[in-house]
């Protein structure tokens, strides 16, 4: 089936530094999306990407789709103790909202 | 300020016991998910709706696991008989367009 690898895995950062995180897939896609899920909390949709190459912004947090289309970019700037979670990416299987999530990284910030 | 509500919380059962948990979609959001969280799988879909009508369950582990919507406001998944391997935190979504997530029903089956 499919497979949206996620990485790292987890990290641990000091609060003001920058974050970079990817998502990878052997299979091309349409729509790549950015969930971040707080403790104890659902996941929230940060961003959603639908062209290849498209850069999106929201606040710190910008995202790309890769020009390969098996790909995604997710970077925070100036990271601050809040944007703990963890971060999935995400698939739209069948234009439906029939999302297909990755394995998340978990980010730690630490004060 | 619109949101999806589920319940119970968190629930703690033994095995072979029955757990039903219910999900109070956004109003107006057509499409109805469920989906199961673990430490080892992640977030997995198990099933959802459109209009109320199931469109995909394949998901869901049939012989023990039922999800219905009775009316459009709510949604219901059902374990029956609950086993140790069930305990997760499940998680109901709606959404047209954007998906909104409740903030999860864990359930723990000793």
């Known amino acids: 089936g499919q497979q949206l690898n996620q990485s790292p895995q987890s990290m641990f950062i000091q609060e003001g530094e920058d974050v970079s995180m990817n998502c990878t897939s052997s299979?091309?896609?349409?729509?790549w999306l950015w969930y971040k899920q707080d403790p104890g909390e659902g996941p929230v949709l940060l961003i959603a990407?639908?062209?290849?190459?498209e850069l999106t912004s929201n606040g710190r947090l910008t995202a790309q789709f890769g020009i390969t289309r098996k790909d995604s970019f997710l970077n925070i700037s100036a990271s601050i103790p809040s944007d703990v979670g963890i971060y999935f990416c995400?698939?739209?299987?069948?234009?439906?909202?029939?999302?297909?999530f990755g394995t998340g990284t978990r980010l730690t910030v630490i004060p | 300020d619109a949101r999806v509500t589920q319940t119970p919380r968190h629930k703690v059962t033994e095995m072979g016991q029955e757990v039903t948990m219910r999900c109070q979609p956004i109003?107006?959001?057509?499409?109805v998910f469920w989906y199961r969280q673990t430490m080892m799988q992640g977030l997995e879909l198990l099933a959802y709706?459109?209009?109320?009508?199931?469109?995909?369950d394949s998901g869901m582990p049939k012989d023990r696991f039922s999800a219905e919507m009775p009316d459009a406001t709510l949604a219901t998944l059902k374990i029956q008989p609950s086993e140790p391997r069930d305990s997760a935190v499940y998680f109901c979504?709606?959404?047209?367009?954007?998906?909104?997530f409740g903030e999860g029903s864990r359930l723990t089956v000793l």
């Open positions: 979504a709606s959404g047209t367009g954007e998906l909104f």
């Open positions: 299979s091309i896609f349409n729509t």
């Open positions: 990407l639908y062209k290849a190459g």
């Open positions: 995400a698939y739209d299987q069948t234009g439906a909202n029939n999302l297909f």
């Open positions: 109003l107006g959001h057509n499409t």
């Open positions: 709706f459109r209009n109320r009508a199931p469109l995909d």
